[in-house]
């Protein structure tokens, strides 16, 4: 009966566990399989793992705040896991503790079109906006990184550009920031994508308050992504499909990067639709 799970802190507002268990009912796998929501604090982050394989367990997704101790307990990581510096995966396994990332793949997957040799603009420097920069960056687009905290977003520029030399991949950043003396707001023209990976919207703040943006400021031809996940379309997605761009919301970023999860751990594809449909429930 192998077990499945997400850990995280807190964990609760998870809609991992729908989206798992739908997709194993799906493919006729939910007598063996489950998955389930377990919260554990970063001090019983390391135990819990090492737990987990003797009670069942066949693997883990990890999200915040575990990403780096994920990747750092492991006995072997793949190499995306490596090059990010995090881990949203875990596989238990004869030799032990396996961690990947999925994360990159899911953003990638969610969008509608490659972002090779596009240019796009990352709102955001946390765990979030670094594992966008580098998987952006990775996949050869030109990525500007714009953070509330310009110092933050000069951090994440220079750790890509070292994570880049040492994995021997190409990759340009910047840190963009809106002009001194115009106004506030970013010139999004030059720019065929925009994720925004902040917190803003999460509580409900305005983001044309919070985020160098205007609300008429995207346009047609334009991917936005906002990484936020909530079930009604965000204040920064129902403006920029005003504007007739495309929109990419975070609950589809979620389930491309759980699908990728549950093939690694059951070696089968899992329908998305039914994915999609237990996590916007
Ligand atoms: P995560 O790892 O999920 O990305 P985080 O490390 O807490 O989370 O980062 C949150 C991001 O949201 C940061 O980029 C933060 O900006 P600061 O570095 O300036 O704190 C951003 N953020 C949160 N609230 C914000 C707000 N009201 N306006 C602009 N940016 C905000």
Redesign the pocket.
């Known amino acids: 009966m192998p077990r499945l799970a997400v850990l995280g802190y807190p964990v609760g507002h998870s809609r991992s566990p729908a989206m798992h268990n739908a997709a194993l009912a799906a493919l006729g796998m939910d007598a063996e399989w489950s998955y389930e929501a377990i919260e554990v604090a970063p001090e019983g982050f390391e135990a819990l793992v090492r737990a987990m394989p003797g009670q069942g367990f066949a693997g883990a997704n990890v999200t915040?705040p575990h990403k780096l101790l994920a990747l750092a307990l492991a006995d072997s990581a793949s190499e995306t896991a490596r090059e990010i510096g995090a881990a949203n995966t875990l596989i238990f396994g004869p030799r032990g503790i396996h961690a990947d990332n999925t994360d990159a793949g899911g953003l990638l997957a969610s969008l509608p079109e490659s972002p090779r040799g596009r240019s796009a603009l990352v709102l955001?420097?946390?765990?979030?906006?670094m594992a966008a920069v580098w998987a952006l960056g990775a996949m050869g687009a030109r990525v500007g990184i714009w953070?509330?905290?310009p110092a933050?977003a000069e951090t994440v520029r220079i750790e890509v550009a070292e994570r880049a030399q040492q994995f021997h991949v190409e990759i340009e950043v910047n840190v963009v920031e809106p002009e001194p003396e115009a106004p506030v707001d970013l010139d999004l023209g030059g720019f065929d994508l925009i994720v925004n990976?902040?917190?803003?919207g999460l509580g409900g703040?305005d983001p044309f308050a919070?985020?160098p943006l205007r609300r008429d400021g995207f346009a047609p031809g334009q991917v936005v992504v906002d990484m936020v996940y909530s079930s009604a379309p965000s204040t920064l997605l129902a403006a920029a499909a005003e504007c007739g761009a495309r929109t990419v919301d975070g609950i589809e970023i979620l389930v491309q990067q759980g699908a990728l999860s549950f093939e690694l751990w059951t070696g089968r594809k899992p329908p998305l639709d039914v994915m999609r449909a237990a996590a916007r429930a």
């Open positions: 915040v955001g420097a946390g765990g979030a906006g953070n509330r905290t933050r990976t902040t917190a803003v703040e919070e985020l």
